[in-house]
């Protein structure tokens, strides 16, 4: 969070470093609930795509505000904490796009994510995917960002 309180994220075309407070994104329809029947809140979705133009590289998007916030990530999620991973900011996608393919992009992965701690420089998280959980920070860097595995890993996955 900003010392006015908001929260910056990335925003803005493919490739564009702009940035815009949440209460700044374009609003899109919901295709997931904001919470389920019993009035319990949806948990927040995510998917890492395989797409393989212009290049091959991965998408990593985040349910957040009715939207997919979205980098690309060109090496893949990294999988040794000493190994971090560039993330570039692109554009933000609508809801539809959680399960979205073509030709060119699949479904490596999707389930839900939790967040565990934001400042305006990172964001610490944990996927909890098909094939089990794994906690990551986003670490802003300037126009783009890492993505670092962090040492401390979930123990059980809460399902």
Do not use: C
Not at 22 to 41: F, K, L, M, N, Q
Not at 49 to 66: A, S, V, Y
Not at 88 to 103: G, I, K, N, R, S
């Amino acid at each position: 969070m900003s010392e006015e309180g908001t929260l910056i994220i990335p925003s803005g075309e493919h490739g564009a470093h702009e940035w815009a407070t949440i209460g700044a994104v374009a609003e899109h329809d919901s295709a997931v609930p904001d919470a389920d029947p019993d009035g319990v809140p949806a948990r927040p979705a995510f998917v890492l795509h395989d797409h393989r133009r212009p290049r091959p590289h991965f998408d990593l998007r985040l349910e957040e505000d009715g939207v997919l916030r979205s980098w690309a990530v060109p090496r893949g999620l990294p999988d040794d904490p000493r190994h971090n991973r560039l993330a570039v900011p692109v554009a933000d996608h609508a809801l539809d796009h959680l399960d979205y393919t073509d030709e060119h992009k699949t479904v490596a992965d999707t389930g839900w994510w939790e967040e565990h701690d934001r400042t305006d420089r990172r964001i610490l998280f944990t996927l909890h995917g098909r094939t089990g959980s794994r906690r990551y920070a986003l670490i802003h860097t300037g126009p783009d960002w890492l993505l670092h595995l962090v040492r401390d890993q979930p123990t059980a996955d809460p399902g």
